[in-house]
């Protein structure tokens, strides 16, 4: 029988090419599946897009999917396997994009947090600056205070060694007394020429506390109505004032009272008692100036 | 001598054709598989695909295919269940990737002081 001379190299051989051409009949007459049409676009959108460059090793997997889909392709186009291998092929694609689109935000979210860090130790800086600026120029006036102070105290320190007022420190700020004998004739509120010069040093005394608020107060002994005493110590406590302010001390720090005869330093019921209780007393007052 | 030949060849055949039976049959259920999808599916529950509606979507799709697979598994189809475990863990991964990807877009805007919602 003839078929039994066939050579079997011969018969390999026309086997191979009809297994070839029903392979190539195949490919040619097979449409790729839906899967694998929708995998290979996805695949050159990642690769034209982000997953090139933030997700390369999500895109090599998605390559390699899809390598095995076409391999499916050429074996057996028409077969659930390709289908199902091309569907892993089109997931893994997609996956690469997303994953390389969720790195994009990350990067975005931790530059938006930088620059927020950034600004935040900028205005730290500014405010710690700004503190510093405020500490300094405190300092400053703290020392410039302590300098007035300092200067007030030597110049009332030279008056009470003078012996033309009396300092002391009360609650409401430094008390300079001066005796009514010395700056006024009795029962008159013009200023005696020989009270300028303990004047002239008190003002100088109390207009080194540029800030404080002094205020000007006159007092009488007990002699005479309380009307007239109060008159008079309002008008000496003027007179005072009115020296004060034309030797350099701000008129708006400056207040006068007339205390008249309601209080005392000493008994009104002797002479050196009620010498004692006619003065004049300026206070520079603890709380500044408006 | 003719006959022998062609007795051969049909127990050939015959042995042929048990053997693929037996390969068909003694696909092993593919367990791996299955712990495989069914922890994706655990994970995209867990990173809240029910907050996204593209995850929540492949998430879907991943526990339907997982409920097919059990059933072709059931019927000792476990090639074709092997495959459809294969869709599902990747539905669940695409599933997982989606939400995160919203959830980084949303905390982006959100240190960039764009919300746009």
């Known amino acids: 029988m003839t078929e039994h001379t066939c050579k079997p190299s011969a018969i390999r051989t026309t086997v191979l090419v009809c297994a070839s051409a029903l392979a190539f009949g195949a490919c040619a007459s097979v449409p790729p599946p839906k899967e694998l049409v929708s995998a290979r676009t996805e695949y050159t959108r990642g690769e034209q897009g982000m997953a090139r460059t933030l997700n390369p090793a999500g895109l090599h997997d998605a390559r390699v999917a899809l390598d095995k889909a076409e391999a499916a392709y050429t074996d057996d186009p028409s077969s659930q396997r390709t289908a199902d291998l ?79 007022a009396a300092v002391k420190e009360e609650p409401r700020g430094i008390v300079v007394t001066l005796s009514g004998s010395v700056l006024f004739a009795s029962g008159k509120a013009a200023l005696l020429p020989s009270a300028e010069s303990s004047l002239g040093e008190v003002a100088r005394a109390v207009g080194a506390e540029q800030d404080k608020a002094l205020l000007v107060e006159g007092h009488t002994d007990s002699r005479g109505s309380e009307a007239t005493n109060q008159t008079l110590a309002k008008a000496r406590a003027d007179a005072v004032a009115a020296y004060l302010i034309t030797h350099g001390v701000p008129a708006e720090r400056v207040t006068t009272a007339g205390i008249g005869s309601s209080r005392p330093v000493a008994d009104n019921s002797s002479a050196e008692g009620r010498a004692e209780n006619r003065r004049v007393e300026i206070v520079i007052q603890t709380r500044e100036a408006r | 001598m003719r006959t022998t030949w062609l007795q ?110």
């Open chain 2, 8 to 117: 051969g060849m049909g127990l050939l055949t015959g042995l042929v054709g048990l053997a693929q039976l037996g390969a068909c049959a003694s696909t092993s259920e593919p367990t791996d598989r299955l712990v495989s999808a069914e922890s994706a599916i655990r994970a995209a529950n867990e990173v809240g695909v029910s907050s996204n509606p593209n995850g929540q979507l492949h998430a879907k799709l991943a526990q339907e295919e997982l409920a097919q697979a059990k059933r072709l598994i059931r019927d000792g189809e476990n090639e074709r269940a092997e495959r459809l475990l294969w869709r599902a863990t990747a539905d669940a991964e695409l599933a997982i990737a989606v939400t995160r990807e919203d959830q980084s877009k949303r905390a982006a805007m959100a240190a960039e002081g764009t919300v746009t919602e």
């Open chain 1, 86 to 164: 091309a569907y892993l092929a089109l997931r893994r694609a997609q996956r690469a994009e997303v994953e390389a689109q969720t790195a994009d935000w990350q990067q975005r979210q931790r530059r938006a947090k930088d620059n927020a860090l950034h600004a935040q130790a900028k205005a730290a800086g500014e405010a710690r600056t700004e503190l510093a600026d405020t500490k300094q120029e405190l300092a400053a006036e703290r020392d410039a205070r302590a300098a007035a102070e300092s200067r007030t105290r030597t110049v009332l320190a030279e008056l009470t060694a003078a012996h033309a």
